[in-house]
């Protein structure tokens, strides 16, 4: 059996975002920029739409939203191109330490350039502690960037909240909603967030495509330079057939998102039994978190040959953030919730999709308790008598 359960890493493309995005890769091929012909005017057109059906399915208020490569990109352009323009007002700027890499690495740059970085703290499911950060925004800051659902736990945030005390604090809200798009709501009349970083390769969408949506009033530098694509935000010819694509999942998740929302958080309950497993237990929020996502830490193992036995047996699965699997240091996200080092290295993230079913469950509550047997009998760790 083939069980792919890595859908917080990515995902496979929609058959119906693959067949509106096929014309654009060799008929539709034009320049969007070449607008003196009718050809160029059409992909521009398209383009257009698409932007208009992303912002709809955020409900987004006057504004606008920016394409990008994807998730990375957008939030770089956030938060560099954020605080470079505005570092006349403030330059201290408000995040978490389980943020991910695309958030925090720009971060440690802005810090190489003066701006200081406060870390607030979160709970041990991963949620902001409120207080702590309301008492942060008290001291003034420049703006603060929090996630609204993380990729390796999967706890999502109050962000209603979160957004309601930047906004009594005149403080610019960066979420990082990347993780997060076309799996929950996010209403963007119900949050006040002035910049919002989307992607669509984790929800059936293609690689290469992201978008930074701009709330009206705000400003940010390009940090890409050339010929100015995307009203000077973002030059560089842009990618149309992922921007299509994008387009198109916002579409499709408007009217799929929340029944298929509702039959992970189904599918999803009988994994809970892993944590009947000895010396198990779940990272994260127990109700607030993305549906059909679990990240359980099996004590006495490592992650990696849980991660490498599983795919001998067909499952697909993967242990601390796939975007950085090569790096073998401990999880910063299972460390900043404060897990001890020790027990860091036994988590396996299990990320259900479409494809997966109740047949895919029952194997996997099959293999993964073996394979943990397994791996504990030749643990160099043994468990307390």
Known sequence: MFVYADHASTTPLDPKVENAMREYFSEKFANPSSLFYNRGYEVREAIEKSREKVLEFLN???????????????????????????????????????????????????????????????????????????????????????????????????????????????????????????????DLKKVPADLVSVTCHKTYGPKGAGGLYIRRGVSVDPIIFGSGQENGLRSGMPDVPAIIGLGKIAEIRAKEMEKEAERLRELEKPLLELLDVPHSWLNGHEVHRIPGHLNVSFRYVEGEAMVALLDAKGVIVSTGSACSSPNLRASHVLLGIGLKPEDVNGSLRISLGKSNNEEHVDYMLREIPEVVERLRKISAWRPEE
Do not use: W
Request: aromatic share 4%.
């Open 60 to 186: 987004a208020p006057e504004g606008s939203l920016v394409f990008t490569s994807g998730g990375t990109e957008a939030n770089n352009l956030a938060i560099l191109g954020y605080a470079r323009r505005n570092k006349g007002k403030s330059k201290r700027i408000i995040t978490t330490g389980i943020e991910h890499g695309s958030v925090l690495k720009p971060l440690e740059q802005l810090e190489r350039e003066g701006f200081e970085v406060v870390k607030v703290p979160v709970d041990n499911t991963g949620r902001v502690v409120l207080e702590e950060l309301e008492k942060e925004l008290k001291k003034g800051a420049l703006m603060v960037s929090i996630g609204h659902a993380n990729v390796e736990i999967g706890t999502v945030q109050d962000i209603k909240e979160i957004g309601r005390l930047c906004q009594e604090h005149d403080t610019v809200f960066h979420l990082n909603a990347c993780y997060s798009f076309g799996k929950i709501e996010l």
